[in-house]
């Protein structure tokens, strides 16, 4: 089995295994395994919702973030989503055709468009939220404030460089 051991800041002259994290392969192996079921259990209650309603995943992921940013460009959505032009706008057509989302031309640019949610897709929006906002009330609530500090630690930490760059940009109070 592989150790890792990953630079940690510290003063002082200490030996690599004390000034490191010092990881095995297989605790990162478990760390991957939880965050698969964790995501596949985190996401259940919210796809047998969509699934009743001939929705995805894709579908929830673009109600979420118009929900979150009410008239938020297309541009902005599909640099959020990181998805093709031809994705988003599938999945965009249908929202629009199922009355969840309705687009409007900007105010300055009309080639410019901004998104809203319908009332139908504000509901929508509140009952996945709520699904999913009362699983992780379980979670932080069981574990506690230091396991929820530790926790966003962590998904912060996975992000990659930009996409870490551009939510401190949007929540500096949030991201460290």
Known sequence: MTDIILPQKQSGTSSAREKGLFLRRQE????????????????????????????????????????RQPGITVS???AILHITKQSLSR????????????????????????????DKGVSLEKKLTDLQCNRFARAYSERGI????GF?????????????????????DRID
Do not use: C, K, N, W
């Not at 395994?33 to 964790?38: G, I, N, T």
């Not at 230091?146 to 500090?149: G, H, N, T």
């Open 146 to 149: 230091d396991a929820v500090d």
């Open 91 to 118: 999945v965009l057509s249908h929202l629009i055709d199922e009355d969840y989302i309705i687009q409007e031309t900007g105010p300055r640019d009309r080639r410019q468009r901004l998104l809203h949610l319908t």
């Open 76 to 78: 902005d959505l599909l």
């Open 28 to 67: 990162l192996r478990r760390a991957i395994e939880l965050l698969f079921f964790a995501y596949r259990d985190f996401t259940y209650e919210a796809d047998e919702l969509l699934s009743d309603l001939d929705l995805g995943r894709a579908h929830h992921r673009v109600i979420y973030f118009v929900g």
């Open 152 to 172: 966003q630690q962590i998904l912060t930490s996975l992000l990659d460089d930009d996409t870490r760059s551009h939510l401190r940009a949007v929540h500096p």
